[in-house]
C-alpha cells in the first residue's frame, strides 16, 4: 500500500469531493441572496471548518471578511460536554456586523449553542450559522442553523476539514475511516 495515500484509511466514501463543490455552491448562492445588501463577517472556527470556509467564501459573490475562533469543549471521552474553552477569540469586534458563524460539522450542538450564545453577547446587528454537516442529534438541540448542507447518518466522519488525532483533514473528500486505523 502506498503510504502517501490518505484515502486508503477509508472504508467508505460518503461525499466525494464533487459533491461537496456541489452543495457549497448551493449554500453560497442563498448566503449571496440573503446578505445581498450586507456585508457579511464569516467567523471560522478552527480548525475543522478550515476547507468550508475556503470554499464558501470562494463561492460567495459578496463583499466578505473573514475572522477565526478556536475553542476546545472538555469533554469525558468522545462526547463534548458543552463546557467550553476559548484558545483563540476573533479579531474582530462584533459590534453591529452581520455575523455568520461558518462550521464544519454539528453533533450534539453544544459546542455551538455555547458559542452562540457568546458571540450574540458581544452585540452583533445579525446572528446566523452555516454548516456543511449535521447529524441527527443535533437537531434535538434548541438551536437555530439556518444553513444546512447535508443531514448525515450518525457516524464518525473524516476528511475535508474533519480529524481523527490530527490527521485526516486533508482528504477532499468525507468518509469512514476503516476500523485499522483506531483497533
Ligand atoms: P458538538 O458540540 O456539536 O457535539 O461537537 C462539534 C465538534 O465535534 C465538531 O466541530 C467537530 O470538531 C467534532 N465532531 C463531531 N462529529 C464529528 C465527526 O463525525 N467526525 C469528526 N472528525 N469530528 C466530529
Ligand atoms: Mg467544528
Ligand atoms: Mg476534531
Known amino acids: 500500500m502506498d503510504a502517501q495515500d490518505v484515502k486508503a484509511d477509508l472504508t467508505e466514501v460518503l461525499y466525494t469531493k464533487d459533491e461537496i463543490d456541489a452543495k457549497i455552491r448551493e449554500l453560497a448562492a442563498v448566503i449571496d441572496r440573503d446578505y445581498a445588501d450586507k456585508d457579511v463577517l464569516l467567523v471560522g472556527v478552527?480548525?475543522?471548518?478550515?476547507?468550508?470556509?475556503a470554499d464558501l467564501a470562494?463561492?460567495?459573490?459578496?463583499?466578505?471578511?473573514?475572522?477565526?475562533?478556536?475553542?476546545?469543549?472538555?469533554?469525558?471521552?468522545?462526547?463534548?460536554?458543552?463546557?467550553?474553552?476559548?484558545?483563540?477569540?476573533?479579531?474582530?469586534?462584533?459590534?453591529?456586523?452581520?455575523?455568520?458563524?461558518?462550521?464544519?460539522?454539528?453533533?450534539?450542538?453544544l459546542t455551538l449553542s455555547w458559542l452562540k450564545t457568546n458571540l450574540e453577547s458581544r452585540g452583533p446587528a445579525s446572528l446566523e450559522i452555516c454548516t456543511l454537516f449535521?447529524?441527527?442529534?443535533?437537531?434535538?438541540?434548541?438551536?437555530?442553523?439556518?444553513?444546512?448542507?447535508?443531514d448525515i447518518p450518525n457516524k464518525f466522519v473524516v476528511g475535508y476539514g474533519l480529524d481523527f488525532a490530527e490527521k485526516y483533514r486533508n482528504l477532499d473528500c468525507v468518509g469512514i475511516l476503516a476500523p485499522h486505523v483506531y483497533q
Do not use: F, Q
Not at 478552527?46 to 470556509?53: I, Q, R, T, Y
Not at 463561492?59 to 458543552?82: I, N, Q
Open 58 to 109: 470562494r463561492a460567495l459573490r459578496s463583499h466578505v471578511t473573514m475572522d477565526w475562533m478556536a475553542v476546545s469543549s472538555y469533554g469525558s471521552g468522545t462526547k463534548s460536554s458543552g463546557v467550553v474553552r476559548i484558545l483563540k477569540d476573533l479579531d474582530a469586534d462584533l459590534m453591529n456586523r452581520h455575523v455568520l458563524i461558518v462550521e464544519d460539522i454539528i453533533d450534539s450542538g
Open 134 to 150: 449535521r447529524k441527527p442529534d443535533a437537531v434535538k438541540v434548541d438551536i437555530d442553523v439556518k444553513y444546512v448542507g447535508m
Open 46 to 53: 478552527l480548525k475543522g471548518a478550515v476547507m468550508v470556509m
